[in-house]
């Protein structure tokens, strides 16, 4: 399958626009590592799959808010809200003859987060429903 979730957008989309600023977030800046495991949900032959991956994510790229963080525009996002503890949003996108509707919650605890992320890819083998849970935690400060 061609179409899968970019890697950490659904965990960084917390940095696209909205009233909260790098103050107000209750994320510390740092080296932070990712782990994003993703189950077919279902009676389903995929195996889980489990990413972790490493970012350096500095005060000035969650004050830029939109400039750090770019959609495809292949995506449109609805429903935002955002607090400095939590965040919730859907987001549709759609990529040749595919198209991903996702519904996602994060936790934000300083220098923790975690989330779910309940996803519906819909293309030629039908529809196919998907969880992804992520957790991070920051590792100290970036190289």
Not at 11 to 22: D, E, G, K, R, W
Not at 102 to 124: I, K, Y
């Amino acid at each position: 399958m061609s179409f899968r979730i970019p890697a950490l957008m659904a965990v960084m989309i917390f940095l696209l626009a909205s009233p909260a600023t790098a103050a107000d977030l209750d994320i510390q800046p740092g080296d932070w590592e990712f782990t994003n495991v993703t189950r077919i949900l279902g009676d389903s032959p995929f195996p889980e799959q489990t990413t972790t991956n490493r970012q350096c994510i500095t005060a000035e790229d969650v004050a830029r808010g939109p400039d750090f963080m770019e959609l495809s525009e292949n995506c449109q996002m609805s429903n935002l809200q955002i607090s400095a503890a939590a965040m919730s949003y859907d987001m549709v996108c759609k990529e040749n003859d595919m198209e991903i509707h996702m519904q996602a919650e994060m936790r934000f605890q300083g220098n923790r987060l975690s989330g779910l992320v309940d996803a519906e890819l819909e293309g030629p083998m039908g529809k196919m429903p998907m969880r992804t849970e992520i957790t991070a935690r920051r590792m100290g400060d970036c190289p």
